[in-house]
């Protein structure tokens, strides 16, 4: 009976064994499948909005277009150092936000398909872009005019820019004087959205996604907006 019991724990390692090497030689996606699984679950996921959506496959594009030879590799074929050479380029050719959110984007690809790699039985495999870093975002220097330099403006505008003039001088001086954003809260704005005995605009934003940071928020009507 021992024996049959030895044979039986070496015939168990070995089929362990087996099915061990098989989940290594389980050959690792191509990038565009990742992009493919990206894109599948950034459409699905409810909790962001169609405007970073959006904002996310443009990077995604961008990568395509700055390393477009990166859509013919196996996850495995793409390098750390791969990775660095492109971002340096990139770096000196776009915006630090925009920099910044692209590589971020890059990395959430690598990394949920790695994920389900392993999940369907594949080895564990390192993200190349995980060492890549955020470059400092620079603050832009605003040079505003005196007020009644911008008053002055809004009144030229008022006055001669023909019969759109009026309303394009209201709405400058709505945005200016209020400081909505105007896609997702000014154009958003009505009458029943003003308590008059608070004296404040309540900012809802878009009905469907709502402000920048979701929330609801109250802007007081200072003497100029009244």
């Given at each position: 009976r021992s024996q049959t019991n030895n044979r039986h724990w070496k015939s168990l390692i070995v089929a362990s064994q087996e099915h061990q090497e098989a989940r290594c030689h389980l050959p690792p996606p191509m990038f565009t499948e990742a992009v493919d699984l990206f894109k599948r679950d950034l459409e699905s996921d409810a909790a962001i909005k169609p405007q970073s959506k959006g904002y996310r496959l443009g990077c995604l594009r961008k990568i395509e277009l700055s390393w477009p030879g990166l859509w013919k590799l196996r996850l495995d074929q793409i390098t750390a150092q791969a990775c660095k050479d492109w971002a340096a380029k990139l770096s000196n050719e776009i915006a630090c936000h925009y920099y910044n959110n692209t590589i971020a984007t890059l990395r959430q690809v690598l990394q949920a398909a790695f994920k389900s790699h392993k999940e369907k039985g594949g080895g564990v495999l390192e993200n190349p872009a995980a060492e890549l870093k955020r470059v400092r975002v620079k603050q832009k220097h605003l040079q505003l005019p005196e007020s009644s330099h911008f008053k002055s403006l809004v009144e030229n505008l008022r006055m001669r820019s023909g019969g759109w003039g009026p309303r394009v001088?209201?709405?400058?001086?709505?945005?200016?004087?209020?400081?909505?954003?105007?896609?997702?809260?000014?154009?958003?704005?009505?009458?029943?959205?003003?308590?008059?005995?608070?004296?404040?605009?309540?900012?809802?934003?878009?009905?469907?996604?709502?402000?920048?940071?979701?929330e609801t928020r109250r802007v007081p009507i200072i003497q100029d907006m009244e």
């Open positions: 001088a209201d709405l400058i001086e709505f945005l200016a004087y209020s400081g909505l954003r105007i896609r997702s809260e000014a154009l958003w704005v009505t009458w029943n959205d003003i308590d008059w005995k608070r004296k404040e605009i309540i900012v809802r934003g878009d009905p469907v996604t709502a402000t920048k940071n979701s």
